[in-house]
């Protein structure tokens, strides 16, 4: 019994941390202007002078001003961007993104089951 509960603490850490994989949004490490983020209409990662960081939907432009897209209570509202605030702007890597989420389901499904596989053998052949 103490050596299913070990092992079933781990598949449950080890299916929590796929859960958190799933919903991950990988950035570029290359930062880029307002106006290529603007025109790209991806999520944006925008670090201001004094380090704080803010995610927006995508950031769009009214007049040559700049606007980040947050969602707020169900609505989208429009965040005015001052330019000398800006320390650098990242956008969302949509492949390495999706890789990541599609990914992530079968390596943890061959997981799970090799820890299955493992706790049978170590029980010497019964099933749990």
């Given at each position: 019994m103490k050596i299913i509960n070990k092992y079933l603490k781990l598949v449950a850490f080890f299916?929590?941390?796929?859960?958190?994989?799933?919903?991950?949004?990988?950035?570029?490490?290359t930062p880029v202007t307002l106006e290529e983020a603007s025109a790209t209409n991806n999520k944006v990662k925008l670090k201001k002078i004094d380090n704080?960081?803010?995610k927006y939907k995508k950031i769009i432009s009214i007049n040559q001003e700049?606007?980040?897209?947050?969602k707020s209570?169900?609505?989208?509202?429009?965040v005015p961007i001052n330019k000398e605030d800006i320390k650098s702007?990242?956008?969302?890597?949509?492949?390495?993104?999706?890789?990541?989420?599609?990914?992530?389901?079968?390596?943890?499904?061959?997981v799970l089951i090799s820890?299955?596989?493992?706790?049978?053998?170590?029980l010497g052949g019964r099933m749990i």
């Open positions: 299916l929590a941390t796929l859960m958190l994989i799933q919903g991950c949004t990988v950035y570029r490490t704080q960081t803010i700049y606007f980040g897209v947050k209570k169900g609505d989208l509202i429009n702007i990242k956008i969302k890597n949509r492949y390495l993104s999706n890789l990541l989420s599609f990914l992530s389901v079968p390596v943890g499904v061959v820890i299955i596989i493992t706790i049978h053998v170590l």
